[in-house]
């Protein structure tokens, strides 16, 4: 049952980045099908590039660029006094040296935005929205979020986001599918 709610919760955002494709006739009059572009695609794509923090590995250059937002915005959530009790577990082990919670969430949160943008190589494999946000069901979540906190979470993503460089363009359309979670991660 958790794993068809999160397939439903994961299709719904990528039905709302799904690809689609355009037609052109080339010089010999014959259709070509093009398909356009996924927002994963405009993130860099599967073109693989060596792995800034793992050498000697290689790594699709899209999720390099998601996991490169979504580690900066860990780091801006953090620091941020508004948002940062919902975190009590996470920020515990990081401050006991123990960075395993955040290797977990940064690599949950990168597959989530992989699948979400398009990427057709990953998969998610954590907890739906719902359940990850209700800290009956997740209690690494220190109480239920409300409208204003998913507004500073986005505030928080845009400047993550700003940190490593991505357009203005692209943090845009990455709002756009962080939005669709709205209804699930809002839970007061
Ligand atoms: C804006 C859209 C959001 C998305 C797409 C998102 C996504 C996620 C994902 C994928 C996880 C990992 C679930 C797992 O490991 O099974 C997670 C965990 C969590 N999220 Fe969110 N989230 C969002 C907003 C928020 C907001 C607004 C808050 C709090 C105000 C929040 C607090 C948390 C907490 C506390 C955890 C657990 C962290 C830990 O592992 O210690 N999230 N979220």
């Not at 993550?160 to 979670?181: C, F, M």
């Amino acid at each position: 049952m958790k794993k068809i709610i999160t397939t439903i919760a994961i299709c719904g955002i990528a039905a709302a980045m799904v690809s689609t494709t355009s037609c052109k006739k080339n010089n010999d009059d014959d259709m070509v099908v093009t398909p356009t572009p996924t927002l994963y695609d405009s993130l860099g794509g599967t073109t693989m590039v060596a792995d800034p923090t793992n050498s000697g590995q290689m790594i699709e250059k899209g999720r390099l660029g998601i996991r490169s937002v979504v580690d900066s915005t860990i780091f801006v959530i953090a620091a941020d006094t508004a948002l940062n009790k919902f975190f009590p577990v996470l920020l515990a082990e990081v401050t006991a040296g123990n960075t395993t919670g955040f290797a977990a969430l940064s690599k949950n949160l990168t597959d989530f935005f992989c699948v979400a943008t398009g990427a057709k190589n990953f998969t998610y494999a954590g907890k739906n929205m719902v359940d990850a946000h209700d800290p009956a069901k997740n209690p690494r979540m220190n109480g239920k979020s409300s409208t204003a906190d998913f507004d500073r979470f986005v505030t928080d993503l845009v400047t993550g986001a700003k940190k490593v460089g991505l357009s203005d363009q692209l943090i845009g359309q990455v709002g756009a599918v962080v939005n669709t979670t709205r209804s699930q991660v809002v839970q007061k």
